[in-house]
């Protein structure tokens, strides 16, 4: 195996790979004379003392691993997949991603580059500024903004990836060193590259190993921190060889490329999304870690907010660019309680402790998924959704039970976005939550794990109660959405296909007069939104619902949909033609449909989320939609109703003449979106 790996790796531009680091997790890194004296700069050696894992070791010893590990590691990965990633041209050849002629030694360089640097921004402690400062965005709306703010929050979206950018393009040392090694476009590229967001042939053929479903940063990650902790992660990067293919899509070579994964590659990444939901369940979730991590969320933001408007600026930067961990310690110099908090979590003490509610079997545990009706799951969702809704829930219940120091804490096993498709046969490209049930499974799981915990310091015991909460959490539901769509005019992704939903079952209900209406096929379902969308002048949360394949992220919220108990979905086995001597794929199509919970609550607390014409809007354009192939839905409807149970496909049953995909792609736009009993 080893002899496989090294021959693609040779046939790689050559690089003169001078310099060896020992590595615990991939064996001996080779490096070359440039990143050498990256990694020995001033900018660099500040992620020896930024942990990976932030306070992790309180609860695992072993986890005191580095940012400066993990980037050598992440550079060492990206490398190696350069020689394992195909890559398929738009006439269909294909080849190694590092065999193209244009990826030479100097973008091979860039590559191992960008990967080196993509965390150089990183604040320290793992993601408790960045957590901090997602849950009180209001910390970094300052008037007069300095450069490195206006990069930080580029485009009203804060991340640690902008300050990585802002130190490529500005920091004096890093930037003499790569005009030193690098030339032309690829220095040009190498700050986007750093983040995965090159817009130029061949660099953004690189972006999916760099900041990808299955990219460097995730799978050094993943093994690396499993390894600190005392686990063992069940994937190994041999598993992808020659299953990741990069397609160019059409002739512009600057456009963005399709990623998408051979069949044969589902158990490798059933296999890396468990290592995946075991690290966020047994690591980040465990108790005291995620105490102390809380803790430290909360100090950091309301130290922030009691700086005036000029310094908090210079101290944001300072986190991002100059902050080790150990320098936190410095910020509450004059706040003598949070630097004894930071103090004793620096020393393995946390003393806050978990409070919970009284329950009838005295049982002590937190509020789980289970404990909530499926309409509140969804406000939870919500919640999670958007960050700031959760830091107003513990303000108000704060003042509501009069204990000022109570933090809450709402989290799920973060549901995998997972957006590559499975090359089945012939082009048909699923995504992979509709092809692995283990996938779906490790989706829902991590949507299951949802709780609500409730800190306190150790001897405060406050007098939770459950009316209380849920009602602070419903009302603060509303207000996130009625945020979320002031902000630029956007509505939940997972709210707004219940409005479609319901739409498309009230019109079947008067017009068709169907009672349990099912919206058939996802391929179906998300031209329609697409159309929706367009014609209410929504704006749309879906970035592919025109293509060929399913659309990933469409698919992943109908799961959580069908998972929190607002949709339920059936499997119909059905052909899918082809273009050889089996005329069709027999392939499961999936439908859907609001199960009581979710026609209840789209005439309910929805209503309430939103403002009134934006729902009229939406309910009119589906109407619309529906009105003009009504004919079509009608006669559809019928045939579907006098067609047995047996498995004959749907068209042209019995029949030798094959529809092509185009043919079933504008019978599909003509019938609108299939709606039937």
Known sequence: MQTMHMKKFNQLAELPLDYQVPDVIWGTIPITEAERQIIQSPIFTRLLEVKQMGVMSVGFPGAIHNRYQHSLGVMHVADQMLGMVKFVSADGTQMYLGNLPDIDQQVRQGLRIAALLHDIGHPPLSHVIEEALRKYPELLEIEVMPDFLQQLVYKGRYSHENATKFLIKNQKELSELLIHHLKGDVLDQLPLLAVGEADTYPYNLLNPIINGDLDADKIDY????????????????????????????????????????????????????????????????????????????????????????????????????????????????????????????????????????????????????????PPFRLCLHTLLSYPPGIARVQTVLREKFDCDQLIVDIRTAKPPRFSLNVDVRHGFRPTIFTVSETTRGLLRDSIRN?????????????????????????????????????????????????????????????????????????????????????????????????????????????????????????????????????????????????TDHGKKLCTTALLQAYDASVLEGIRKTINDLQNGSLEDLIQFAKSEAERSEADTPTENRGSDNVPTRSEIRNRTKRKSCLVIA
């Open 450 to 594: 949802l709780k609500v915990h409730f800190y306190v310091p150790i001897g405060v015991e406050p007098n939770l109660e459950m009316p209380v909460i849920l009602d602070c959490i419903e009302a603060t539901s509303h207000w996130c959405s009625n945020r979320f769509y002031e902000k630029d005019g956007s509505i939940f992704s997972h709210h707004l296909l219940l409005l479609i939903f319901h739409a498309l079952h009230e019109h079947a209900k008067q017009e068709l007069k169907i009672i349990d209406s099912w919206i058939y096929g996802l391929w179906q379902l998300q031209s329609f939104v697409a159309k929706v969308c367009e014609t209410a002048q929504v704006k749309c949360p879906y970035k592919n619902l025109d293509g060929d394949n399913a659309d990933s992220d469409l698919v992943r919220d109908i799961e959580i949909l069908t998972t929190l108990g607002l949709v339920i979905q059936r499997a119909v086995s059905v052909n899918y033609p082809t273009n050889d001597n089996m005329k069709y794929l027999y392939v499961d199509r999936h439908d859907c449909r609001l």
């Open 222 to 373: 993943l093994k690396r921190d499993a390894h600190y902790c005392g686990f063992v992660a069940t994937f190994n990067l041999l598993d992808f060889d020659q299953a990741i293919r990069i397609e160019q899509v059409d002739d512009n070579q600057n456009a963005s490329p399709h990623v998408y994964v051979e069949e044969r590659a589902i158990g490798a990444i059933n296999a890396f999304l468990h290592s995946r939901y075991r690290e966020i369940d047994e690591f980040h979730h465990s108790q005291k870690p995620r105490i102390a991590s809380q803790i430290i969320i909360n100090d950091i933001a309301e130290h922030l907010r009691t700086l005036s408007p000029d310094k908090r600026p210079a101290l944001i930067e300072g986190l991002h660019l100059h902050y080790r961990d150990s320098d936190l310690s410095t910020l509450f110099d004059t706040d003598n309680e949070r630097a004894k908090r930071l103090d004793s979590i620096r020393r393995g003490q946390v003393n806050y402790d978990e409070v919970f509610l009284k329950r009838s079997d005295s049982e002590e545990k937190p509020l789980e998924f289970f404990d909530f009706r």
